[in-house]
């Protein structure tokens, strides 16, 4: 996390405390994810990682949701309303018997596993799937994360996913003083970028993570930056005035949605002029509906008589 880092791109702030700056864009994420929310899907897969509070938030919503991670949790953290499973070849529910016990207040199931690796998930078996706090980012070879998502979802399933972005990792490489390596990034392809603590995150600009999720065979909704409001003017509203931080959420998605505009406008990717700002970038896209196959023409006459239509569905 940026705010455990003692080199960060918002020192900007100087000495000053990040806490309420965090706990806004803590509000502002749980928000975006009820935005979001599949209204016509009831199983998730979220692959955000054990920091992320977003699988607990979905559960609450009344949704299915199978939480990949890496490790389990202490059986004290546990939840009443959580199960969780060490499994060496992953055993999850079938969609069906979600479906049949699925109650109104939700069910997480944890997983262990690789979440670059989801061959425990039958081909579009899932409504959506979430990627938040640098999933993405977190392993190079986001290519092949894009593809299990791809394959996992159904046709019309969504994704939600949010990646460092070229303004964090530029902001890294400038206070480590690697001026050469800022000189060649615009170029670059793909972008790695060390952490003062041995870490290497992969940071996108719009057209890159555009290009990542297209190339897996998803389609693009929306970019946005994950926050529009400034750190230092968030913090300086909530210092005065704690009780503000509603508003300033409705103001940040507010903003969000006016700078996504309307999908397909501009650069076609449904972003708006401003969606490389910030440090992190938020996506939305999804699996593109199947085709319905082309029929053929009947044929009437000397072949006998047109064939009645068949209904397709």
């Known amino acids: 996390m940026v705010a455990a880092s003692e080199t960060s791109p918002l020192t900007v702030l100087g000495s000053g405390s990040l806490t309420a700056y965090w706990r806004f864009q803590r509000a502002v994420v749980a928000a975006q994810l009820r935005a ?16 992320s509070s977003v699988a607990s938030q979905a559960a609450a919503a009344g949704y299915a949701v199978l939480q990949v991670m890496p490790r389990l949790p202490a059986a004290a953290e546990r939840s009443p309303g959580q199960r969780a499973a060490r499994l060496e070849t992953p055993r999850v529910p079938s969609a069906r018997s979600v479906h049949r016990r699925r109650a109104s207040s939700g069910r997480l199931v944890r997983v262990v596993a690789d979440y670059s690796n989801l061959a425990f998930l039958a081909d579009g078996s899932v409504d959506g799937v979430i990627a ?5 980012s977190r392993h190079l070879m986001a290519e092949d994360v894009a593809a299990e998502i791809a394959r996992v979802l159904r046709p019309g399933g969504q994704l939600l996913a949010c990646v460092d972005s070229l303004v964090l990792g530029m ?9 050469a390596e800022l000189t060649d990034l615009p170029q670059a392809e793909v972008v790695l970028v060390p952490w003062p603590d041995g870490r290497i995150t992969r940071c996108f600009g719009p057209e890159q993570l555009v290009d990542l999720l297209t190339e897996a065979g998803l389609e693009v909704s929306w970019i946005r930056p994950r926050t529009v409001l400034s750190p ?6 909530l210092r005065r005035d704690p009780s503000a931080i509603m508003r300033l959420v409705r103001a940040e998605l507010a903003a969000g949605a006016e700078d996504a505009g309307p999908a397909g406008a501009g650069n076609g990717t449904g972003s708006g002029e401003n969606e490389s700002f910030g440090i992190y970038l938020l996506a939305a896209a999804r699996k593109p509906l199947a085709r319905q196959p082309a029929t053929r023409p009947s044929r009437s006459g000397a072949d006998g008589p047109a064939a009645a239509p068949q209904a397709v569905g």
């Open 232 to 237: 230092s003017m968030v913090d300086h509203v």
């Open 132 to 136: 938040d706090d640098g999933a993405l």
């Open 36 to 51: 979001w929310l599949p209204p016509g899907g009831r199983i998730l897969v979220d692959i955000s990682g054990p920091q």
């Open 171 to 179: 902001s890294i490489l400038a206070e480590q003083h690697h001026w």
